[in-house]
């Protein structure tokens, strides 16, 4: 069984930081990409960022420059530094990635269980 797990977002106030994390777990023989993906109230779910197993990245237009994308292959972790952050960015924070476990051939794409951010103005 897979899971990954997602540190604890927070309240923080407009301007300031905050490091996300997600840790995959279990049977696992490779990651793929892994990304954060965020969902207001209201609103569709939307991707902030990607990383490819290479390191490749990928953002949303509303987070470039602010928002850092990472990870940690031998930890199986993914982080998201988010840095001047804005009222707007206020949402519940995914994590996702696409993951070979034993003993499949193929890939899965597994969710995190979310975390909130909630930026205040």
């Known amino acids: 069984q897979v899971q990954l797990v997602e540190s604890a977002g927070g309240l923080v106030q407009a301007g300031g930081s905050l490091r996300l994390s997600c840790a995959a777990s279990?049977?696992?023989?490779?990651?793929?990409?892994m990304g954060w993906y965020r969902q207001a109230p209201g609103k569709q779910r939307e991707l902030v960022a990607t990383?490819?197993?290479?390191?490749?990245?990928n953002y949303a237009d509303s987070v470039k420059g602010r928002f850092t994308i990472s990870r940690d292959n031998a930890k199986k972790t993914v982080y998201l530094q988010m840095n001047g952050l804005k009222a707007e960015d206020t949402a519940v924070y995914y994590c996702?990635?696409?993951?070979?476990?034993?003993?499949?051939?193929?890939?899965?794409?597994?969710w995190g269980q979310g975390t909130q951010v909630t930026v205040s103005s």
């Open positions: 279990g049977r696992i023989f490779s990651i793929n990409t």
């Open positions: 990383i490819t197993n290479s390191g490749n990245t």
């Open positions: 996702n990635a696409d993951i070979r476990s034993l003993p499949n051939p193929y890939e899965n794409n597994y």
